[in-house]
């Protein structure tokens, strides 16, 4: 069965991409990339205890996405891909994750770096990146592995 689902943002991301082609295509790709997340006041108790933590990850709402594609071609490479093989932002429900670098907290305001989002992106949550529960051993990277480092890194940058 089929459900409409609603979410609510509990802040905005802030960063200095105001242009969606200037966005490096990864937060890997945006080491100097650096932004805030304002927090909506009702939300900000929970941000206790976060500041322990090197890397956040945030869920966000891709509010510029217009249409929806099943098949894309990925920013690696020039042919068509399934879209849940990627992490294209044309997507059937526009949802979007980073894995981005915390820096610290003051008050209802989280500075971040490594950031790959669009200045004024609502955002959905935030969960803490936890390596003994996130990492995987003998993990397979599927198509991106036939994607060599030096070209990845050259189109993760948008060079």
Do not use: C
Request: aromatic fraction near 12%; charge should be positive; proline fraction near 6%.
């Amino acid at each position: 069965m089929r459900k409409d689902i609603l979410f609510k943002s509990i802040g905005t991301v802030h960063s200095d991409f105001k242009d969606t082609s200037k966005i490096p295509i990864q937060p890997v790709f945006a080491d100097e990339a650096k932004g805030r997340i304002i927090i909506f006041p009702e939300f900000v108790q929970g941000l206790r205890d976060l500041d322990g933590f090197s890397h956040i990850f945030l869920f966000y709402y891709l509010h510029k996405v217009q249409n929806a594609k099943l098949l894309v071609q990925p920013f690696m490479q020039d042919h068509e891909r399934g879209i849940f093989a990627t992490r294209a932002p044309s997507r059937p429900n526009p949802l979007g994750f980073s894995l981005v670098k915390l820096d610290k907290i003051i008050d209802h305001t989280i500075y971040i770096s490594q950031l790959d989002v669009l200045d004024g992106t609502p955002l959905i949550d935030i969960k803490p990146f936890i390596r003994r529960f996130d990492y995987r051993q003998n993990s397979r990277e599927g198509w991106t592995m036939e994607v060599d480092d030096k070209q990845a890194n050259r189109r993760g940058r948008r060079e």
